[in-house]
């Protein structure tokens, strides 16, 4: 399994914006499709965004379209959430997670397709 580590949360207000980076251990990187997953109190986690294997394939949770972007450098190892115009019901801890077990294009949503996830990262807006 690949380790994942989460860094880039922090405080921010209603407008604002927040990058999070992950970073990967290991050489296979590149087989792994990597998604980002928040987590609210009281509430369960949801998928926020999925970048495929080779980065060419991206999906989002309705609420973040347009706002988030995820994206991926296998050289570097790294999976990153930019994230704009932020709301307070963006608050949650974020979690990065891998996927190994998918096809090449695929951009899988559920967490039971992920294999290994990092710590996670708490984000939170105030309004």
């Known amino acids: 399994q690949v380790q994942l580590v989460e860094s880039g949360g922090g405080f921010v207000q209603a407008g604002g914006s927040l990058r999070l980076s992950c970073a990967a251990s290991?050489?296979?990187?590149?087989?792994?499709?990597m998604g980002w997953f928040r987590q609210a109190p009281g509430k369960e986690r949801e998928f926020v965004a999925t970048i495929s294997r080779s980065g060419g394939s991206t999906d989002y949770v309705l609420s973040v379209k347009g706002r988030f972007t995820i994206s991926r450098d296998n050289a570097k190892n790294t999976v990153s959430l930019q994230m704009n115009s932020l709301k307070p019901e963006d608050t949650a801890v974020y979690f990065c997670a891998a996927a190994r077990r998918v096809g090449v294009r695929e951009t899988p949503r559920g967490s039971l397709a992920y294999d290994s996830w990092g710590q996670g990262t708490q984000v939170t807006v105030s309004s």
């Open positions: 290991g050489r296979t990187f590149s087989t792994y499709a």
